[in-house]
Every structure is written in C-alpha cells, then in structure tokens.
C-alpha cells in the first residue's frame, strides 16, 4: 500500500515505495496495450489538471491516465482562470477540492509550489513539475523505462547530458536511481553543472565522450533555450558541437545503451536526429510509459481496486 497522501517528490520516497509504484504500472501497460483501454477501476473519483505551466507529454497523459481508469478529468486552463484576476494558489486549490475532486495534479513554475498546496488541501496533490525542483513522474517513468529494458537499476550507470541545473527531471532521476544504488555520471557545459550536485551521489564530467563511456543508459536534457538570454551558453550551434549527443558520442557507451529524451526535443542542438531514429532510442516508449507510471500512480494515491477488470 502507498501509505503517503500525496507524491511530490522522489527525494522523500523509499525505494520500495518507488518499486511499489513501477510494479503497478506493469499490469497498467498492458491496459493501454488492449483494444478497450478502459477498467472501471476509478470510477466515481475525481481529477483535475492544474498548469500554470506549457506541457504536452505531462497534462495529456495525466489525463488520458484517468480516463483509462474512469476517472472524472477536468483540466483548468490557468490562463483563462480566476488566477489572472489574482486569485491566490490556496484559494485555486481550495476551489477546486471543495467541488469534490479527490486529487490535483499541478505544475508550477516555483519550486515548492505542490508541497505549499498539499498542505492546505485535503485532496491528493500530485507535482508534475515545480521549478528546478522535481518531476516526480518524469523520473519514475525514465526509471520504469529502464527497469523494464535492462532489469535491476541497481546494477546500471547512467549518464545524464546537458542543462543539469535547470532540469527537475535530473534532480527526480538522480533522487530515484541513487536510492537502487545505480551510478549516475552527470554532464555539461560548467556554467549549467550546480557545484552542489556532487552531493547527490554523482559523478561529475564535461567531456561528453568521457562521461558516456561503457554506460548502460544516456538520458539527454533538452536546452533550455530561454537560459541562452543569461549568457550561460555561448551559442546553440556551439553548443550541438560540443555537447550535443551524435552517432559517434552515442557509440562510445554500451552497444546495448539506452538512448532517452524526457521532451520536447531540440533535434539538432542535444540529440541529433539520426541517434532519436536509431534502434536504441526508447524516447517513444517512455512517453508511453508516462500513461502507464501515471495510471500507477493515480491507482495508488484514489485506492482503486479491480484493476484487471474491462468496462462493459
Ligand atoms: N517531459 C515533459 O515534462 O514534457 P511536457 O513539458 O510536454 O509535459
């Protein structure tokens, strides 16, 4: 049993509680793999999708995630909500619950964001994103990826390329990989490597070539194209020379090597297109796996039962 309230982050589960998670979503991967993608599982609950942020892989697939478990989904467009008018997080939060939804699902541009809402609502509050902070779901899908291609994380290294310190999806992959005892090699440009990230437990490289070598998975970040106004890289061009995954970095790690991408890509800049095309990239897979993860994790936290059984 998930026994927490809410999932905000992987840094506070244990690894059992994130294995919970992924063996759930086995039997949720074959659900979207069916003709009728749709059990009665969740029927009578209630979900409501809050983005004050842009997102195509998270608020879908959250969505289709609850419709798959007959869920009741609703999706609050921030900007054409009462935010706008200046109505506060709590009060957003507050509004919503008191309609009888059982769990929010928020992204938020700052970081803490989800953990200052779970506290002042009774409903289930799920992070899809805060800040630079965490992408809870983001992490267990890449980790539900690579367990189900390459089996125990403990056993795997795993080489995170690009924008480090921006990214809430490497803070949530280096969280959960570590607590299995994977090694985690970090790298990019210095200005975008947080001197701090050593105490994760990672090691820390700027030579792409260096840090993939003989790893089991290459997970690569998207550049975040607004940092570029801060000088922090010089050029985007320059940066695909030099850090940008091709076939040649790409070959240096294992022949069996994962390739991986949370999107939305910049074909051409971090992953050229041919290493996205080849046959050891699972960058699909895993947006399917986020439908999987996220049916896991919605069946946890609304206590559905009858998971095996079709609607009629
Ligand atoms: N990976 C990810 O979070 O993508 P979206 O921003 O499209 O949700």
Redesign the pocket.
Known sequence: MYQRKDLLGLKELTADEISLILDTAVPMKEIIQRDIKKVPTLRGKSMVTLFY?????????FEMAGKYLSADTSSLTVSASSVVKGESLIDTGRTIEVMGTNVIVI?HQAAGAPHLLAKNVKARVIN??DGMHE?PT?GLLDLFTMREKKGDLGNLTVAILGDIMHSR?ARSNIWGLTKFGAKVHVVGPSTLIPKEIKQMGVKVFHSVEEAVKNVDVINVL?VQRERQKKGLIPSLKEYAKVFGLDKKRASLAKPDALIMH???MNRGVEIMPDVYECEQSVVDEQVTN?VAVRMAVLYLLMGGKGVYEATN
Do not use: D, I, L, N
């Open positions: 942020e842009p997102s195509t892989r998270t608020k879908t697939s992204r899809a994103g992408h983001q999806v998207r949370p999107g939305p986020g």
